[in-house]
């Protein structure tokens, strides 16, 4: 058998980095997983985080870039392979990454995040990178002077609304419900911006274009209307993305992984971090400490099976 780690944390947002940081405190020999070039997970698409503790004001990427620069100072180790497989045999676990290698651990954290949930109507996949947009900090900038619609009722939605109404002449919010899901905070930011108009009890059924989105199909409990747009941004929500471990820990309906404020999973030695546990708050800061708790864990639990 190749090396045996103290500790694999798959994933590298801010639950992932934490624990990594605490790991390389703990002496824990470790090695985080990032599937894609560049740590910070969903960090790394806000434009302004103004929650983080002693940190107003600072930009999504700045936090990620900071987070990746304590975890490096503190010597944790990364790769960027995807984990395709997770298996145990005598309590170490094996880990299979996308090109066929396998990594031994004692334990695990897994922090690997969530992603954006789609509409799942027409057009949405075809029309993907030409007007359809999950992020829009990201690309906000490509849609200054133009009309832009944000479907969602919940924070990200109200975040990414009043992100691009500073720079496009209209934003619509198209939502299914007759009230928001937001922080009262920023309904009344949204509700204070002029070039933002609210769209209640509606879905959308089809987005059109040919090379670039040019109007949506907006469904109302007593019409179907077509509406004018240059670009749609949608935040619906997200999904955890545990889609490799759903058949190794126990999750609930929804695929997060069970585990409280421990991390502790149905598996010994095997902690969940982050977006992917179940709890009623999903924030930075509470993956930051889900990282931290993870690794207090992690430690108790190497320290015991050597009883």
């Not at 009344?188 to 933002?196: H, P, Y």
């Not at 040019?214 to 109302?220: A, D, F, I």
């Not at 409990?221 to 077509?226: A, F, G, Q, V, Y």
Request: glycine share 10%.
């Amino acid at each position: 058998m190749d090396k045996i780690y103290d500790l694999i944390i798959i994933g590298s947002g801010a639950a992932g980095l934490s624990a990594a940081v605490y790991a390389k405190r703990a002496m824990l020999s470790t090695l985080v997983f990032e599937k894609s070039y560049g740590s910070g997970g969903q960090i790394i698409n806000t434009y302004e985080v103004d929650n983080y503790l002693g940190l107003h004001g600072i930009s999504g990427f700045e936090l990620a870039a900071r987070f990746r620069e304590h975890a490096d100072k503190m010597g944790a180790e990364f790769d960027n392979s995807e984990i395709v497989n997770i298996s145990e045999e005598s309590n170490i676990k094996c880990l299979e990454s996308a090109d066929g290698r396998k990594f031994y651990t004692k334990t695990v954290i897994i922090a690997s995040g969530a992603e954006h949930r789609r509409l799942g109507v027409k057009g949405e996949d075809r029309l993907q990178g030409m007007g359809v947009s999950y992020c829009a900090t990201c690309d906000g900038a490509f849609f200054r002077g133009k009309t832009v619609a944000v479907v969602g009722g919940g924070d990200v939605a109200l975040e990414d609304a009043l992100f691009l109404a500073r720079g496009c002449k209209k934003v619509y919010i198209i939502h299914r419900r007759d009230a928001l899901r937001g922080a009262a905070s920023l309904q009344r930011q949204v509700f204070d911006t002029d070039n933002i108009e609210i769209l209640w009890n509606s879905t959308v059924e089809e987005i059109k274009g040919e090379d670039k989105v040019s109007s949506l199909v907006v469904k109302t409990k007593d019409s179907i209307n077509e509406l004018k747009t240059d670009g749609i941004f949608i935040a619906v929500g997200i999904k955890p993305c545990t889609d490799v471990f759903r058949d190794f820990v126990s999750t609930d309906k929804d695929g997060y992984i069970i585990a409280d404020e421990t991390g502790r999973t149905s598996v010994g030695g095997v902690f969940a971090a982050g977006d992917v546990r179940t709890k009623p708050l999903r924030q930075i800061i509470t993956a930051a400490a889900d990282g931290a708790n993870c690794v207090y864990s992690a430690e108790r639990y190497i320290n015991e099976s050597l009883l």
